[in-house]
């Protein structure tokens, strides 16, 4: 390693994450620039091999979670900060050396928000998710694109995948429309396409489902009404213990299931929610909620008269995202709480 890569005594590393080169900013207690350097990937972890143990941030983005886990196993402190929080840190022009000083400033700042280190089953199991989510969507284009063909044709098929699948094969065998000999062929082949993909996405939700029987937190939090097996591995993919939030509503804002703010002149207003966080956690919770909120048996549950009197003053979409941020704030508890439960008759939960 040439001399002036070697590791200067530091409190607080930066690093500049790219795909192959890494730029490095080494800073002292009181903030004094003491080090600039860069690295390819292959001798990133052997400069903080032979650095002292300190600080070390870098930005949450592709690839930070893994070189988190490398430096953290050699033993200095990582931080990950959303990419948000270090823009005001950039000062004039910007370059990967500027962005590196930011990065380590933005990691000492007492009030700084930082981003939780995913272990490599949170990271599988997210992956899963994404990969089911992916399917779907493409699984709605592919009949979508169907549909238009057949559109083309003075065709009109019903809305609805479970309907199309019914629809279409009965389209293919009726001689009296006017699909071409060329269309129906590949409409035929486009419907095994969908077989297939069907066939797949059923494949990784009984994984999914397998990997929540077999944990512990997610049997818990399928105790919760409205989260079952998707929800409760999509939230532990996401959060893991949820020990980074210090108390369950920070959970529920994390998650953009509370309202944005935008007070001035000591006079507040709340707007819609902020829609931040995991889009895809929220959209399952929001789901799961309008289940809960159609189908709760209310004299039942504890919930049952909270909801009562929400849907009695406000409109029912707006109750089912505040039951959303309410089943959030339950995930907090359970998952942070040793043995915890969600008991229905414990106003605890209320």
């Given at each position: 390693?040439?001399?002036?890569?070697?590791?200067?005594p530091a409190?607080?590393?930066?690093?500049?994450?790219?795909?192959?080169?890494?730029?490095?900013?080494?800073?002292?207690?009181?903030?004094?620039?003491?080090?600039?350097?860069?690295?390819?990937?292959?001798?990133?972890?052997?400069?903080?091999q032979?650095a002292?143990?300190?600080?070390?941030?870098?930005?949450?983005?592709?690839?930070?979670?893994?070189?988190?886990?490398?430096?953290?196993?050699?033993?200095?402190?990582?931080?990950?900060?959303?990419?948000?929080?270090?823009?005001?840190?950039?000062?004039?022009?910007?370059?990967?050396?500027?962005?590196a000083?930011?990065?380590?400033?933005?990691?000492?700042?007492?009030?700084?928000?930082?981003?939780?280190?995913?272990?490599?089953?949170?990271?599988?199991?997210?992956?899963?998710?994404?990969?089911?989510?992916?399917?779907i969507?493409?699984?709605?284009?592919l009949?979508?694109?169907?549909?238009?063909?057949c559109?083309e044709?003075?065709?009109?098929?019903?809305?609805?995948?479970?309907?199309?699948?019914?629809d279409?094969?009965?389209a293919?065998?009726?001689?009296?429309?006017d699909?071409?000999?060329?269309?129906?062929?590949?409409l035929?082949?486009?419907?095994?396409?969908l077989?297939?993909?069907e066939k797949?996405?059923?494949?990784?939700?009984?994984?999914?489902?397998?990997?929540?029987?077999?944990?512990?937190?997610?049997?818990?939090?399928?105790?919760?009404?409205?989260?079952?097996?998707?929800?409760a591995?999509?939230?532990?993919?996401?959060?893991?213990?949820?020990?980074?939030?210090?108390?369950?509503?920070?959970?529920?804002?994390?998650?953009?299931?509370?309202?944005?703010?935008?007070?001035?002149?000591g006079?507040?207003?709340l707007?819609?929610?902020?829609k931040?966080?995991?889009r895809?956690?929220?959209?399952?919770?929001?789901?799961?909620?309008?289940?809960?909120?159609?189908?709760?048996d209310?004299?039942?549950?504890?919930?049952?008269?909270?909801?009562?009197?929400?849907?009695?003053?406000?409109?029912?979409?707006?109750?089912?995202v505040?039951?959303?941020?309410?089943?959030?704030?339950i995930?907090?508890?359970?998952?942070?709480?040793?043995?915890?439960?969600?008991?229905?008759?414990?106003?605890?939960?209320t």
């Amino acid at each position: 390693m040439p001399k002036r890569n070697v590791p200067r005594p530091a409190a607080v590393y930066g690093i500049d994450i790219g795909k192959n080169i890494f730029h490095v900013v080494a800073l002292e207690s009181d903030g004094t620039v003491v080090q600039r350097v860069r690295f390819r990937r292959d001798t990133l972890l052997q400069f903080f091999q032979r650095a002292a143990p300190a600080i070390v941030g870098m930005e949450s983005c592709a690839g930070s979670q893994w070189i988190a886990r490398k430096i953290q196993a050699i033993g200095h402190k990582v931080r990950l900060i959303p990419a948000q929080f270090v823009k005001p840190y950039v000062k004039s022009n910007k370059s990967d050396i500027i962005d590196a000083e930011a990065i380590a400033e933005a990691a000492t700042r007492p009030t700084m928000r930082f981003a939780a280190l995913k272990t490599e089953e949170q990271a599988d199991l997210q992956a899963l998710h994404r990969v089911r989510d992916q399917m779907i969507g493409t699984r709605t284009r592919l009949i979508n694109q169907m549909r238009a063909f057949c559109l083309e044709y003075g065709v009109a098929l019903r809305q609805g995948a479970g309907l199309f699948k019914l629809d279409l094969p009965e389209a293919l065998k009726d001689p009296a429309n006017d699909l071409s000999p060329a269309m129906r062929k590949l409409l035929v082949e486009l419907f095994d396409d969908l077989h297939q993909l069907e066939k797949r996405i059923a494949d990784v939700t009984r994984e999914i489902e397998a990997i929540a029987d077999r944990e512990d937190a997610a049997r818990r939090l399928m105790t919760i009404p409205g989260i079952g097996a998707l929800g409760a591995t999509a939230l532990l993919a996401a959060i893991g213990n949820g020990r980074q939030f210090q108390k369950a509503r920070d959970l529920a804002a994390w998650l953009g299931l509370v309202p944005r703010e935008y007070s001035t002149g000591g006079k507040q207003k709340l707007l819609g929610i902020s829609k931040r966080g995991n889009r895809y956690v929220r959209k399952l919770l929001v789901h799961g909620a309008r289940s809960c909120f159609r189908h709760l048996d209310r004299p039942k549950d504890r919930l049952g008269s909270w909801l009562d009197g929400l849907q009695a003053r406000m409109h029912p979409n707006k109750a089912v995202v505040a039951l959303a941020a309410k089943m959030a704030r339950i995930v907090w508890v359970v998952l942070t709480k040793p043995g915890a439960l969600y008991e229905r008759r414990d106003p605890a939960f209320t």
